[in-house]
């Protein structure tokens, strides 16, 4: 049997596999971004909910003044596991990002583990930001004084149930995925610039209100959290050692982990590197400037926002547009409601990219049924794997209460953090020789540093959603052996898949 196809179940992928014999192919994709292209496209999936209502709810209830240490923790962390990141992708550009990392470097089993993982990171955060989407449109529509008819009062804007905003931005963005990569960049580019421009005038007019006095208070007064200790609400960390209260450094921690949720994203660039020009070297600077961006970006708004307005006086139903009423800045209100929704825009549209690319890999690979990989001529992109995307979401987000499974997102995601630095351990020890366009700096400290930082911030997360996402992975382990190690191209489930460019001619 030739080599890489053992049955063995610790079989991997070799790296040559990853990304070379997918140039130009049927089932390759073509490039379309550039290295500018890629810094926008980590700020269009980071830059969102993070800024108009995640960093006010956790001051209010988590932080304090603390928020921006918050944030700080956060970034630092995301920033640690984006050197892991770059370096990876810079050796193996291509669009499975951190599943084919560990394909190649660990094998397919715990390449599996983490493809489902970023599964259902990728989807639920869709339906997450996407039914989020739908509250703040209906806000503006409402600070606009725009009356909604009657018939449709009871299916927009709506928490749970089905909502009809939601319903229209998902098959509208799908829609723009499936008909490739460069008419999404195209209008990513343009909502982008928007909503930089949207919070640039938050920045400015809130810095006119700073009360340097609003943050004297950091670390604020420690004080329990309703919830009692030992339950599922609260955090891992708290129930294992007793600590059950908010605010004071705790509370700043605790906000760190849900902050998170805020950079999720930055990896999503990774999987764009198949459709990069010269990938070893713009995906790595396409991540990392995008995330030092949207740090400094986060950080300055948080800044504005809990120096504008105390902390507990932060409404948490709508924190940002709450704290410019107070200062006597109605107008920004509207600003603020135009700038949530170009940027929940941009953040869905690019969470449907990198799930997109996700899904084609592992359907490449046969993990996923193959007609999945296919790509379509006259566009030039899976349409079968994003229309099932879209649909997965839609469902999704309209018959499950997803805006209370937001921390299922994070812990995902910081598992997938674990798995790419602990990657570039192991990648270092048995594949030195590998050409790389990016080398992690003080190896092996931010390694080790990204996986102490992730677990660190994974204790902080609630019992209930550490449950949950075990219960997700064992699905994920019995989907595994009922199909995917049957089906397995390395496995001999499937033949390989013969590249062919585009005008439908075998390569050799």
């Known amino acids: 049997m030739p080599e890489g196809r053992s049955p063995s179940i610790a079989r991997r992928l070799p790296p040559s596999e990853a990304t070379g014999r997918w140039t130009g192919a049927r089932h390759g994709l073509a490039k379309a971004y550039g290295q500018t292209d890629l810094i926008v496209l980590g700020v269009g999936v980071m830059i969102g909910a993070g800024i108009f209502s995640l960093a006010g709810r956790q001051a209010a209830t988590m932080a304090g003044p603390g928020v921006i240490l918050s944030f700080m923790i956060a970034g630092i962390t995301s920033l640690l596991v984006a050197f892991c990141i770059a370096e990876l992708s810079s050796a193996m550009p291509a669009s499975g990002s951190a599943y084919t990392f560990t394909y190649v470097i660990f094998g397919e089993v715990w390449a599996w583990i983490v493809g489902w993982a970023l599964v259902m990171e990728l989807l639920l955060a869709a339906a997450v930001v996407a039914r989020a989407w739908s509250l703040y449109a209906a806000q503006m529509l409402a600070d606009l004084g725009v009356r909604i008819p009657e018939p449709f009062s009871g299916v927009i804007g709506q928490v749970e149930g089905f909502d009809l905003f939601t319903l229209i931005i998902l098959v509208l963005l799908t829609g723009v995925v499936a008909l490739g990569a460069r008419i999404g960049l195209r209008a990513l580019w343009i909502i982008v610039v928007a909503k930089l421009l ?20 950091i670390p604020a007064p420690s004080s329990p959290i309703e919830t009692a200790a030992g339950t599922l609400d609260s955090p891992l960390l708290g129930m294992v050692f007793g600590q059950t209260t908010a605010f004071g450094w705790f509370g700043i921690f605790a906000a760190a982990a849900t902050i998170t949720f805020a950079y999720i994203g930055f990896d999503v660039v990774a999987t764009a590197a198949e459709e990069a020009e010269d990938a070893p070297r713009s995906v790595p600077k396409g991540i990392i400037r995008s995330l030092v961006a949207t740090t400094v970006i986060y950080i ?17 139903t709508a924190p940002l547009a709450s704290a410019f009423r107070q200062a006597g800045e109605g107008f920004m209100v509207h600003v603020i409601n135009i700038g949530a929704v170009l940027g929940l825009t941009t953040v869905i549209l690019v969470l449907l990219v990198g ?4 899904v084609f890999s592992m359907a490449r690979d046969g993990l996923f049924p193959r007609p999945l990989a296919k790509i379509n001529r006259s566009y030039h992109s899976p349409i079968r794997a994003t229309l ?15 805006l209370t499974l937001e921390p299922l997102v994070v812990i995902g995601a910081l598992f ?9 351990i192991r990648m270092r020890r048995t594949m030195p020789a590998l050409p790389r366009g990016f080398r992690t700096p003080l190896y092996p400290y931010v390694p080790i540093a990204s996986i102490l930082a992730t677990l660190w911030l994974m204790v902080n997360l609630q019992v209930i959603t550490w449950l949950y996402f075990i219960a997700w992975m ?35």
Request: aromatic share 8%; proline share 5%.
């Open 198 to 217: 949207a919070i640039g005038a938050v920045i400015v007019v809130g810095a006119l209100h700073f009360d340097e006095g609003n943050l004297v208070a």
């Open 300 to 316: 300055a708004v948080a800044v504005v926002m809990v120096g504008m307005t105390p902390y507990e006086k932060i409404d948490t």
């Open 474 to 508: 064992a699905f994920g382990v019995l989907v595994y052996l009922l199909y995917g190690r049957r089906k397995s191209v390395l496995g001999g489930g499937q033949p390989p898949l013969v590249p062919v460019d585009l005008k439908g001619r075998h390569r050799r």
């Open 388 to 402: 099932i995307i879209g649909a997965a979401a839609i469902l999704l987000a309209e018959f499950v209460p997803v």
């Open 416 to 424: 997938t953090f674990l798995a790419v630095a602990a990657g570039v």
């Open 355 to 358: 799930l997109t690319r996700v």
